[in-house]
């Protein structure tokens, strides 16, 4: 029932904000908020973000001048960094600040839910305030609050959906719910402004390991995901289990290492060879690289720092040759996913790759070699646009905001207990049927609906 109510007012949502996307322009941010004091009623349902649908016949065209004077606060907190960031409609970044738990992750080895809440519960006020100082700004400067809303942990998702619903309460300002992975991929727009739709997204992260064909906003095809763990996850371990600093988080450690190996050292099998499809695996590659790693003695207590010089080859060698084989996996996806992308969207010209793992120089490198040879362009954000940060959600809420997809302001701060929506198994589009994998149909269960089904599905109740 739950996810019933929660889906209705979603698709209700999205329907008045899909027709007022197109008829209206918008002329000025105090316009937009005159409009919104006057016309937007409370929330009823503890569910729903928003009761839109009882708005759309009170809801009349709004003017301003441009997209560009649109200022959105943007809030991340769905894995381990608290992010909060300030950009404008012209994609102009005002302000950006993470917090990360560098700490923690040290202590745990990784993202521990209870914990990783409580670290944002910290952080999250002292974020947000040094993202509008740093910007010169108040939140009566905002047009609106953009929040991830998933996929993530529910516990960390939370603080930042609760933050920024109060804000936006407190200051009469719209909210719009984001979807992580697409931010991801959307936040090459802002550094690519050549970037148009539809083009072909690789999104590496801890979590996620996604192709995605995106056909415009809020709309994606899914080509390929794992069917177990992430390329990040895999770094991670494997920095782990090697000793070495993961205070930067696994993958920058392990890239460095591997500048000292050779990269042919340790005969890694590459994952999914005889599945002709644009899948991934990285379960079977961390288990070698921990039998190898086992095989030689290698001792994890001892830090890399006091490793004597043999023992330090010996793990640059494995952190080169899990690099070399990890990366020729996405390459080989990567190069299926071209062919495929350019069967059904024959006008694409980009290759957009982001999430963490992203800003891997060696990553980047190789990747570029495929989309070159395929005369295609890759897109790749600076590496502190790939890593989890504020700026992409606050970018992809402007895309969002300014077709007309947000919720009203919250009418009254929601009280500790209040039931968000938030949406910790989201997936971002429909599969591709070529690329519909067995072995991952089992662990489809309580899934919420895509953000692509639930976006056309408004679509088509408009028409
Ligand atoms: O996108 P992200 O910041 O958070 C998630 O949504 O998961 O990605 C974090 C992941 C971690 O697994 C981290 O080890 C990996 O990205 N990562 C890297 C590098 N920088 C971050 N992996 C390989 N090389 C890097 N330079
Ligand atoms: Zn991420």
């Known amino acids: 029932m739950a996810s019933l109510q929660t889906l209705s007012s979603t698709i209700s949502r999205l329907n008045l904000l899909q027709r007022s996307s197109f008829n209206y322009s918008l002329t000025s941010l105090k316009l937009l908020k005159f ?46 960094d608290t992010a909060a960031a300030v950009v404008r409609g012209s994609g102009e970044i005002l302000s950006q600040v993470v917090s990360s738990q560098a700490d923690l992750l040290v202590q745990y080895g990784g993202v521990a839910p209870k914990m990783a809440e409580e670290a944002h519960s910290q952080a999250i006020d002292p974020v947000v305030q040094e993202a509008l100082d740093k910007a010169n700004l108040t939140e009566r400067d905002l047009s609106a609050v953009a929040v991830t809303i998933g996929p993530g942990l529910s516990l960390c998702l939370r603080v930042g959906v609760q933050k920024a619903r109060n804000i936006a309460s407190r200051f009469n300002l719209p909210v719009v719910g984001v979807h992580h992975m ?34 415009n906003l809020g709309q994606y095809t899914q080509l390929g995901t794992t069917i177990d763990d992430a390329i990040g996850e895999a770094f991670d371990k494997t920095a782990k289990w090697l000793g070495l600093d993961l205070r930067r988080s696994g ?3 392990v890239e460095k290492l591997a500048l000292e190996g050779d990269s042919q050292a340790v005969k890694f099998s590459t994952p999914m060879k005889q599945h002709k499809d644009c899948n991934f695996s990285y379960a079977g590659l961390k288990t070698q690289v921990r039998l190898a790693i086992e095989s030689r003695n290698i001792d994890a207590t001892i830090p890399i720092s006091s490793a004597s010089s043999q023992d330090r080859n010996s793990r640059a060698d494995i952190a080169a040759s899990f690099q070399r084989v990890a990366v020729l996996h996405l390459e080989e996806r990567c190069q299926r996913a071209i062919e495929w992308a350019l069967k059904i969207e024959p006008s694409i010209k980009h290759l957009v790759v982001s999430g963490g793992v992203a800003s891997n120089k060696y990553v980047r490198a190789r990747l570029d070699q495929v989309v070159r040879k395929n005369s295609l362009q890759l897109v790749c954000p600076p590496p502190s646009l790939c890593t989890d940060n504020g700026v992409m959600v606050a970018w992809t809420g402007i895309e969002h905001f300014c077709v007309g997809r947000y919720d009203p302001p919250p009418s009254v701060i929601e009280p500790e207990d209040f039931v968000y929506d938030l949406r910790p198994r989201w997936p971002l589009g429909e599969e591709y049927a070529e690329g519909r994998s067995e072995a991952r149909s089992l662990r489809t269960a309580r899934i919420h609906p895509s953000l692509t089904s639930l976006i056309q599905a408004s679509m088509q109740q408009q028409s």
Do not use: W
């Not at 090459?188 to 072909?200: C, G, V």
């Open 251 to 253: 993958g920058p450690a």
């Open 35 to 80: 409009y919104e004091q006057r016309i937007i009623r409370p929330a009823r349902s503890p569910l729903s973000f928003s009761t839109l649908s009882n708005r759309s016949s009170t809801f009349k065209p709004i003017k301003m001048s441009s997209k560009d004077d649109l200022i959105v606060l943007g809030i991340e907190t769905s894995c381990d």
């Open 182 to 215: 697409e931010a991801h991929a959307l936040v090459a727009r802002l550094i690519e402004r050549e970037l148009q739709f539809p083009f072909l997204a690789l999104l590496i992260s801890g979590g996620h390991n996604l192709l995605v064909l995106a056909h």
